[in-house]
């Protein structure tokens, strides 16, 4: 079948990428200027400290041996032990995919839910008060600092209303009601940039296709405009739409570092900071690995989700 | 469903007048009235502009109300009025009263829909039916319309079909639920002669069988001659002359008319000039090009755009490439233009190799050959003066900027266009001028060969008129010679000396334009010259020619000495 070949190439494709991102991570910790060992220990390490940690990262090996050894383990997830918790890298990352995860998906969902039918209807009602009122909107979401909205809904909504928890995380195996109403919050605070960002893009790509003899043909067949517009002219204008929402997604997963700060989620953003913070090289590592393999995943799946909305894209 | 007595027209349009909307809104249509009743064919004619497709939009109730509003005057379909009608009465009346085919098949289906469902949609909108009875009625109506394999047509996507396929589907969408009234709007300005023809038995032959009203609306008086029974020649917004078919075009009343006919070139090639150059402008030795050509993972379909294509032009002549849409033409002049290299063969200008040319030897080779592309709509930067758009290829091969701006200035005037219009944007002009400049802009760097694509293909008659002549003084002044690609005969019957028919790829038959027009021996050729539109009347003359189509050896006699 021509299109398990295609994912298959496509998927072939991205092993040069995640190569080239293995390398990098790889080199950047032997590439350090001065011993490694004493960048992630600090100036006042002991020098038994110091043997623990180039052992810890076979840092005494020959390079090539280093590099041998560090690919058979990537390859089987194992991306080593935390230098200040002792936990395997893989159990930390697998603890804190839960939280962003969850979020990131609530987040896209809701402004892909608000923000289409946002852009829909101010492309149809192009110069109306309700396409500059959009306008308006998008301007204040992609200028208002995250944190400043983070405070502001969560002294309105937690403390004045006391409706919801001020901060934390709780699982969906504790139930919907729970899960919901932790995750509320910060998703609504992210996703208003994503609204304005998705909204601005539908808007666009409609505009583009509205004026198309396809969508003068849909009326003269008698179509609503609902019809016309959500059935005939969204399809045609879905592919940049995508893009942005796949992009979207991917930042969301990789990098919500303040959002998590503020609602104290235990996430995936936090355990970068703390890493950095810490010096923590294994952990760092396997965050740009993982992270670099969220964009090249989610990207392959855009790509792919293009031929669904659009069948001349061949495979 | 039918809802029209007989006496009584279908469609009754009184006094229609279009405005822009504004206090000042200009009027666009004024004091429109005419009338199709049941079976009849009505032609609208006029050039863009005219307000001829306002008309139709205005009937359909598809006209965008943020820009124009209905002034005046009413339009009846089958004795209800529409203006004033609700949005939803208008909604419900399309299709299966009301139904309208556009000139543009390729852009008219949304191109991510299968076929098959974009046609129930009109079923499902407007009828009870259950979803077996609403197949069955797609398969039909396919059937109807001479799709072959209707099956595989409900499945296909558009772009797996090509233009007259199209066209058809459109027409399967529009008829489906057999409405008292058809608007055709230029229904078969984009196709092929041969397909043109057979679109247009069709709509010919559905509209016998049930009875449809037919408001066809054309620039093009061939389509006029074959289709119409009445006509209506609207000019500048406003009605000039209704008659009947045979009245109009043997007798027409009004001036406006008299010269609308006049345009039209005819079917008898031009008197052929002396051949006295003696050597080529252009040669084409062997040209071959195949297409598609995929990977492991393709389809692996090739085509054959050029097999063994060998010409030659010499200086101060036009050569015309006659053909339908896949013979090759296209690619041939891309080869030409060396935009596409061909797989084998040899071209020369003046003599000098032009393939296999790279860096700076191919960069002075462009010079001696320049293009001139069928939308002047589309060819020319809109953010860049058109003085600044001509001069830039001299500029490119080295003239001071400003000798290249006076030069362009000069040009401007060698077109026919004022001085001052070099300061001035694209959008200003209008699609005739606008193909003055591409004209002005392919002949500032002085080419040896000019290459036509469809050049006057996107203009009304009259001024396709103008700019075939401003071809003709440019080539008298520069001696340039001219590949002029063309799928209109009466086109090249007026400007070419010589003419080449293609077919898939292959060269039909090659030879002076009188040879090819009047007396061809090749099947194909006279095929497609019988397939041109209204080729048994003389417009220019007001009369029928003596001896009506195929027979095209009467057609020279009139008039000119071949």
């Known amino acids: 079948m021509p299109v398990i070949f295609y994912v298959l190439k496509r998927i072939l494709a991205t092993v040069p990428v995640m190569a080239f991102v293995a390398i990098f991570v790889f080199l950047l910790l032997r590439l350090t200027p001065g011993d490694p060992a004493v960048a992630i220990a600090g100036d006042q390490a002991t020098e038994e400290q110091l043997r623990q940690i180039r052992a810890a990262l076979s840092l005494d090996q020959p390079l090539l041996v280093q590099f041998v050894t560090w690919i058979q383990q990537i390859v089987r997830l194992d991306f080593g032990k935390s230098l200040i918790s002792g936990l395997p890298v893989s159990e930390l990352i697998a603890q804190r995919l839960e939280p962003t995860l969850s979020i990131a998906l609530v987040t896209i969902s809701m402004s892909v839910l608000v923000a289409v039918p946002l852009g829909v209807l101010t492309a149809w009602k192009q110069g109306s008060w309700i396409d500059r009122g959009a306008v308006a909107f998008s301007v204040l979401g992609f200028s208002i600092p995250v944190f400043v909205i983070a405070y502001m809904l969560i002294q309105l909504f937690a403390i004045d209303l006391r409706w919801l928890p001020v901060q934390g995380f709780a699982p969906l195996s504790r139930g919907l009601g729970p899960f919901l109403s932790h995750a509320i919050l910060p998703s609504v605070v992210l996703s208003v940039i994503y609204v304005a960002l998705i909204a601005r893009m539908t808007r666009a790509a409609m505009l583009d296709v509205i004026h198309e003899d396809f969508v003068r043909t849909a009326r003269a067949k008698g179509c609503t405009e609902p019809r016309v517009l959500f059935r005939h002219a969204l399809r045609n204008a879905a592919i940049p739409i995508l893009t942005v929402v796949g992009t979207g997604l991917a930042l969301l997963i990789s990098g919500v570092v303040v959002t998590e700060s503020v609602f104290n989620l235990p996430g995936l953003g936090r355990l970068t900071i703390d890493a950095v913070m810490a010096r923590d090289y294994p952990v760092i590592q396997a965050m740009i690995l993982v992270t670099s393999a969220v964009y090249v995943l989610i990207n392959l799946l855009i790509d792919l989700a293009y031929s669904l909305f659009d069948p001349r894209i061949k495979y | ?562």
């Open chain 2, 1 to 562: 469903m039918t809802g029209a007595s007989p006496e009584a027209p279908v469609l009754d349009i009184r006094d229609l007048t279009i405005r822009l909307r504004g206090r000042d809104g200009a009027t666009l249509l004024q004091d429109v009235s005419l009338s199709v009743a049941a079976g009849e064919t009505l032609c609208l004619v006029g050039e863009s502009g005219s307000g001829k497709s306002l008309t139709s939009l205005a009937t359909m109730g598809l006209l965008p109300e943020a820009d124009l509003e209905i002034g005046g005057g009413s339009i009846r379909l089958c004795g209800e009025e529409l203006r004033g009608a609700s949005r939803k009465r208008l909604q419900a009346l399309r299709t299966t009263r009301m139904s309208m085919i556009f000139q543009e098949p390729m852009t008219a289906l949304n191109p991510v829909a299968r076929i098959g469902d974009q046609i129930e949609e009109v079923l499902l909108i407007h009828t009870q039916l259950g979803t077996a009875e609403r197949r069955a009625r797609v398969l039909d109506i396919l059937a109807k319309v001479n799709l072959p394999d209707p099956r595989a047509i409900m499945r296909a996507y558009p772009d797996q079909l090509s233009g007259g396929q199209r066209q058809r589907v459109m027409i399967a969408m529009a008829l489906v639920l057999e409405p008292a009234l058809l608007i055709a709007d230029e229904p078969t300005t984009a196709l092929d002669v041969t397909t043109q023809k057979q679109v247009l038995d069709l709509i010919r032959t559905l509209q016998k069988d049930r009875g449809t009203a037919i408001l066809f609306i054309t620039h093009d008086m061939g389509v006029v001659a074959e289709i119409a029974d009445r006509v209506a020649v609207l000019n500048a917004g406003a009605m000039v002359e209704t008659g009947s078919l045979q009245g109009v075009l043997s007798n027409p009343t009004r001036d406006y008319t008299r010269a609308l006919l006049k345009a039209v070139p005819g079917l008898e090639p031009r008197p052929a000039r002396p051949d006295t150059s003696a050597g080529f402008a252009l040669e084409l030795d062997g040209l071959d090009k195949t297409f598609g050509r995929r990977g492991i993972f393709g389809r692996g379909r090739e085509v054959r755009a050029l097999d063994d294509i060998s010409l030659h032009l010499r200086p101060g002549r036009t050569l015309g490439i006659v053909g339908e849409s896949g013979s090759g033409k296209s690619t041939l002049a891309r080869c030409v233009m060396q935009l596409e290299a061909p797989d084998s063969g040899v071209i020369r200008v003046c003599g000098d190799h032009v393939d296999n040319l790279h860096g700076a030897s191919l960069r002075n080779m462009r010079r001696r050959i320049q293009m001139v592309f069928q939308d002047p709509y589309r060819s020319l930067n809109p953010r860049v003066t058109v003085g600044e758009t001509i001069a830039e290829a001299p500029i490119n091969y080295g003239m001071p900027h400003a000798e290249a701006l006076a030069l362009a200035r000069d040009l401007l005037v060698k077109v026919g266009l004022p001085r001052n219009a070099a300061d001035r944007l694209p959008h200003q002009f209008s699609g005739g001028q606008r193909q003055r400049i591409a004209i002005a802009r392919a002949i500032a760097v002085e080419p040896d060969v000019l290459v036509a694509d469809e050049a006057v293909s996107a203009l009304d008659v009259s001024v396709q008129a103008q700019v075939l002549d401003l071809f003709e003084q440019i080539q008298a002044e520069m001696g340039v010679a001219i590949l002029f690609i063309t799928h209109d005969l009466r086109v090249a019957a007026r400007i070419c000396d010589d003419i080449a028919v293609m077919r898939g790829g292959q060269l039909v038959e090659w030879g002076p334009a009188a040879a090819v027009l009047t007396a061809s021996r090749q099947d194909y050729t006279r095929r497609l010259l019988a397939a041109a539109p209204g080729s048994h009347w003389d417009f220019a003359r007001f009369r029928p020619f003596p001896v009506r189509a195929p027979d095209m050896t009467g057609i020279a006699a009139p008039g000119r000495p071949a």
